[in-house]
């Protein structure tokens, strides 16, 4: 190393008893000593406060911060992480349930060391649900797309929060905080938005898989297609599209209506939804999409699939095209071996 920056680990808590231990037990194994675990109580209502503690006790790197303000949920949790971390060189978002190999913040902080020009970096993660050697399930971290944003619009993932190191100045600088007023996606919209940050960044080409995310439980995921998160994709819809409009005009548009259109299968044939959508300002604007729209809402369910007929091929080219691109990584990363 040529020197010893600080690097500071954002995890939002939330009645995690069970896991937790084990995220905190990978942090006090790592081989890069110079970091903290700033974890942020999301007002538990198990014993997670007392874990926290206790392993603070015995560890002075792992701090416990609960949650002081509203709204409830991770976003908050992480953005008063973001202001705890002050002073850090690096940070990273990790989560309270997955799991860390050893060599991971010294992999991580090495790579941004011996690259001062990058803002933030990208390394492959991979998910399991039982065992983390498991031969299918998710990976991500890879460059699998010519164009990351395109592929975020077609909720396909080049990275996640959790597959990244980023310099804490610039993440300040550029005001990366998480929007606590939306109920799910949230991973999707910070990481639209730190591609619209227009920071530097690269994939950590030869890196080893050093996160591995737990699959399967019940959380933030599960409740993308319920009806109380409609006005939350909404919102998020109506954000995204004005945000890539004020950056790039009228370049991406096609890809945010893939992304729109990704959410009408969310909406389950709510009319009051759809009419709402259609009073959205990037809907407004672009007649041929609202008309689309119209006829989705009064087509039989065989025939809808017509009227979004250019979106849907495409979308599922290229997502057929991801799910092969991640199978054929998890081969060669199982192949390649990793450990914990």
């Not at 198990?46 to 015995?58: C, G, M, R, V």
């Not at 396909?156 to 929060?161: G, R, T, V």
Request: glycine share 4%; net charge neutral.
């Amino acid at each position: 190393m040529i020197n010893n920056p600080t690097i500071a680990i954002v995890i939002p808590c939330w009645n995690e008893e069970k896991l937790l231990p084990e995220m905190l037990d990978c942090l006090k194994r790592q081989s890069y000593k110079n970091w903290i675990a700033i974890c942020v109580d999301d007002q538990s209502t198990d014993k997670t406060a007392e874990i926290i503690t206790s392993y603070h006790s015995d560890d002075s790197r792992i701090l416990y911060y609960r949650r002081d303000r509203e709204p409830k949920g991770g976003p908050t949790c992480r953005n008063i992480g973001i202001e705890k971390a002050i002073g850090s060189k690096y940070l990273c978002f990790f989560d309270a349930d997955d799991l860390v190999a050893p060599y991971c913040l010294e992999q991580r902080v090495n790579f941004m060391e011996s690259h001062p020009e990058l803002d933030y970096a990208v390394f492959p993660i991979i998910s399991f649900i039982n065992d983390i050697h498991e031969d299918s399930g998710d990976v991500y971290g890879f460059k699998s797309f010519d164009d990351d944003l395109q592929a975020m619009l077609n909720m396909n993932l080049p990275f996640a929060a959790t597959t990244n190191i980023y310099r804490y100045e610039k993440l300040i600088k550029s005001n990366l905080l998480w929007d606590a007023n939306i109920k799910s996606m949230q991973d999707s919209d910070y990481n639209i938005h730190v591609l619209l940050s227009g920071m530097t960044y690269a994939f950590a080409s030869n890196a080893q898989v050093d996160y591995y995310y737990r699959t399967g439980r019940e959380g933030v995921s599960w409740n993308i297609k319920k009806k109380n998160h409609y006005d939350s994709h909404l919102y998020l819809i109506d954000k995204i599209a004005s945000s890539i409009n004020f950056r790039y005009g009228q370049e991406y548009d096609f890809y945010i209506g893939l992304y729109v259109y990704d959410f009408l299968r969310f909406f389950n044939s709510d009319y009051g939804t759809y009419m709402k959508l259609l009073k959205l300002s990037w809907v407004k604007k672009h007649k041929f999409f609202k008309w689309r729209i119209l006829a989705y809402m009064i087509m039989g369910l065989r025939l809808r699939s017509l009227v979004f007929r250019k979106y849907r091929n495409y979308s599922s080219r290229m997502t057929s095209f991801w799910y092969q691109d991640m199978r054929n990584k998890r081969i060669e990363l199982i192949q390649k071996g990793y450990s914990l």
